[in-house]
């Protein structure tokens, strides 16, 4: 399989390079940056030199690339793969986008939250690439939109207990999520500088993130009604990681040992999800560099509300692994095939 | 004024000893260490070499304290103070105590939590250190208890809510509080190596903490009604620092304008409450190093609640800089005397 | 006196406003900022709002500026100072430049590794502002040019060894020097984004860097020699802080015993050089906020050399501290006024 | 082919885990662990849940271990080896001890840095386990002693030139080493707790540490003379890595060009060393999780030196990944098998 990697002088981009590197079989035939055009990969970024066929390898403009690879991943900020992605079809290409740009099905949404879509028509096609519920559509999509890190992290959180009506809508449920820097991307923004985040913490797009919607739209889906979710994004003076903590309110009819159940049925063929034993806090470095999602489970000593404790890696589970994990299924391969990868500790 | 440091060798006291140390007026006599008595303090500790008279202080064993100082500020271990304080003041001293032991007033609930009490006798006079709220009763007090840190920064961020009857009880208050890694302790545990927690991020004591019925006890007095909230400490990877982010349904009666302006007069004579503007997130590193609490008030984007931001320095507000300003106010002096410190960022 | 502060929103500024808060006697009248001219000063940096007069000041072009206050702490990049220091001297007021612009005495060495120099004629007047060695010079100086980070911890360290003669010239002595990331300043660059420093570390400039030629002429004045010296920078993933390890081979005639005897001696008077007892190594953590700069002094188990360890705070004793320190020499005020801080740690 | 692990709970152990868990072909039938004996290997070590076959693993205390694996590999504290070794031998094993226990070929110079010997008589049979220079003899031995991670760093940066006789023994070489918190181990010190480590920096150990000798001993082998060098450890605030500065005086005979082409012969089928293109410095990160030692080569812009900048990952290559070339090279398989792995950056 020719594999081509869009926009792969950026974190995410550079993170499917590492996670291909290792994995046997497929080749990356095509590497794509604007700001790197005509420069060899390894001369760029060192620290893949002399892996996989990566030398040999010069970073190319994003721009007649139709029918050059077999599957193309996008990692470009948003907005690039909804122009690119038609032509890639048309020419037979399936295409994995990491980005935003085909993950809400509204496009009247997207437009509020982001910008007019140019590929509407695609829209109603694109698979949301989160293999624990689409696994089989993913299967045998052309499109597959990989999720956003947070809502991947938030959403498998609640997913079990949506699904089976357990959240009860009584009491509004509360994401805090905290995130590792590599989230925003790799660029040169004062607010993302060394000396503004080391030995620092705070919350950032308090009032409205982007990724709210997706995970609203994802958990109405499942629960079968209106979801409504409070969610804040906070920066972590980390690489990589998020931890979203959920509170929640279970109905009135289950138990705690009902809703762990739930968990465990649903997730008991994931190849990435791990429980934890009760009373057990996930920590994002126990999936550092992987595409596990850890899930903790508790009640809250003070009141009836549970909690739910999410660990992913941003840039692995949260957009490069997920990507070759949807590649994965795509192909015909086993979900985990070239992911089998112990996190790096410490 | 004579001062006496008790547990001067824990990371509380070592915060005393830098705030007195550029602070005018008063003089520390004492300085007590079970670990590090008979060395001095200048020797142990050679980052205070050369300052105030600390390179003359040698530890003592905490023994045989009474009389030696006016105003002794108590930072050991919890279960120390209750035994020490009653011949502290028998013999005319007052006592600010940074531990656990004088903050909650039924000793059924300290037993549960902590152990049970050795001076119980002394709950119903002690007053709880928060300035903004007990100021007056601080100024006559003769003994102290200095609030807990993750308290100070949750009722700091819901008391001007709380009081003025704004919060719904129909949603349970949720508040998630991050905090750097000094609020355990200096001491050697594997659980707070650097290669554990640097670059990684987790709940803990996530199902309960010590800290919860303190703020409990604090809100419901504020509110007036059992107030019912569900709290989860998280490590961050920063040596110092508390986040808090609180999620209030406020009463349909209100409005956000309302909230804000009830904040602006709870807040508009305290000396170390900074209301932020709105929008503007505070960071922990605003306050490092200081007394100052910052808060900042959001509207939810997606639902009606409120979200309020509310960072300090869990070593200096959270421990050594409040019971800095509660000697100040003990004796006489305006609450910011040696804490008109700027930050320092970054 | 009144003082201005130039360049007021880069570290080395903000670093100024930070010492200057809590220093008694002088005020700021002024402070500039190209990038945020118009905007209150707390409203850009709210860790300063509710500090001395900083609420009421207001960030201003850098022009215009003669005559405004007695002295101008200059803290602009590399370039400025020499063009605005002629007209604010004439109109009577003192400089203390925190840039390059006025350190090394030769134009044309400056030159070689700045630009073109647009005052030259002020070069054989201005102070090198290391109190050490200049201190009676800079307390009748005009223009007080403050020394880098870097020079100010590899001078401090081997100042007594060179005026003594102890240095052998037969072994070139090795300077390996490591810096905190805001040494850089406060400026978006990929280079020094979180993400690309964080848990990484690594040497730059490593063929040349402009601080060696400034080494070269005080070592050289003190020695009365050509002193050769091999100096590494190094990038470390802390915010503040500069660590030397300097490497030396001591004259025949001298023993490790003459050596510290020498050291001793040559800074029994300064309030801002902390030796270290032997085998102690200093930590760049104990001197973190201050104009401290500690030594250790070692020999080497394996060879004849002696290591020498210094310390000091890059923004502070590097830059700002330094710069206050001069100001009170200048003033007529003992070195420590104001700067009499202890070190936040951790 | 069977592998035991022993010390397996130590961060060497958890690396070895992680690095064998995605390397096809062996089995881990073995773990010890003394602290963790009869604990399951994924209920204390939660981040290798569901890898290999590392849920079925229980820890074994360390005893009766002869003939239960092929190959062995030590991970244990210094001591263990020399006592345990004799018996893994003598019923058959190989092993791979990543202790120091057999790094020293002179047991007297052994028990000056460590302790009496507990097997001498295999010192002369210890291969020094670095294959650049040992990967003939490493391929037929029974015994491997991997080298520490200070001497991989410093001995890989400097043998192309010591080999060749291009060191001017007329400058002593200093080595000054910078290294992650990781390698100090998997324990709880006050002086590695977080707080201690983070957002400073300091040498450790300057007069004399233990790996020095080692290093005189391998650059003495390949120079041919008695090879003079000064050494000095620094502790990073990072979880993994090393990089050393090496600086030496090159033969008056040789130029830079000359030294360049030296290095770039001796390493050219070298699997896992990368010179850097000229003026390009190598950082720690670019190595991150990974068997690659990096080489950078500089000239001094102030005098006749040059600069070697050496960068590993002190887990990997300074520990299991060489283990695990070793392992490959015994076992005649390729020695990048199973470590064919990108760096993790960020």
């Known amino acids: 399989m020719r594999l081509a ?7 995410a981009g550079l993170e499917l390079l590492r996670l291909l590197a290792s994995r046997p079989g497929d080749e990356v035939v095509l590497v794509t940056s604007r700001q790197e055009a005509g420069k060899g990969l390894a001369e760029v970024f060192p ?3 002399g892996l996989a066929n990566y030398d040999r390898l010069v970073f190319e403009e994003p721009a007649g690339l139709a029918g050059r690879a077999d599957v193309f991943l996008l990692a470009a900020q948003h907005g690039v793969a909804m122009t690119m992605t038609p032509e890639l079809l048309a020419a037979g290409g399936r295409v994995v986008d990491l980005s935003a740009d085909y993950r809400l099905t509204d496009p009247a949404l997207f437009e509020r939250y ?5 590929s509407p028509e695609l829209l109603g096609e694109a698979v949301y690439g989160l293999p624990e519920i689409y696994g089989e559509k993913i299967k045998k999509a052309r499109l597959v939109a990989n999720p956003g890190c947070y809502p991947t992290s938030v959403i498998l959180g609640l997913a079990p207990a949506a699904k089976a009506g357990l959240v009860d809508p009584g009491q509004i449920v509360v994401a805090d999520s ?17 000396c503004e985040v080391q030995d620092n913490f705070s919350s950032y797009k308090t009032i409205r993130h982007r990724h709210a919607p997706e995970m609203v739209q994802e958990l109405t889906r499942l629960s079968g009604r209106e979801f409504n979710i409070s969610f804040t994004p906070h920066l972590l003076p980390i690489n990589r990681g998020i931890l979203s903590t959920i509170y929640v309110k279970i ?39 992987t595409n596990f999602c850890d899930l903790g489970i508790f009640p809250c000593g003070l009141t009836g509300l549970v909690k739910v404790v999410s660990v992913i890696d941003n840039l692995c589970r949260g957009a490069a ?22 996190p790096l500790r410490p």
Request: net charge positive.
């Open 251 to 289: 109905s009135p009819s289950a138990t705690l040992v009902d809703l762990l159940e739930t968990y465990r049925v649903f997730y008991k063929d994931s190849r990435f999800v791990r429980l934890r034993p009760q009373g057990q806090s996930p920590q994002t470095a126990d999936v550092r560099g």
């Open 47 to 49: 620290h893949l030199a």
């Open 178 to 194: 905290k995130s590792g820097v590599s989230g925003a991307g790799r660029g040169a923004l004062l607010s993302n500088s060394f």
């Open 114 to 118: 982001y910008a007019p879509h140019a």
């Open 5 to 11: 990697v869009i926009g792969a002088s950026g974190y």
């Open 321 to 342: 692994g997920q990507a070759v994990a949807n590649l994965n299924l795509m192909t015909g391969r086993p979900e985990g095939h070239g992911l089998e990868l112990a």
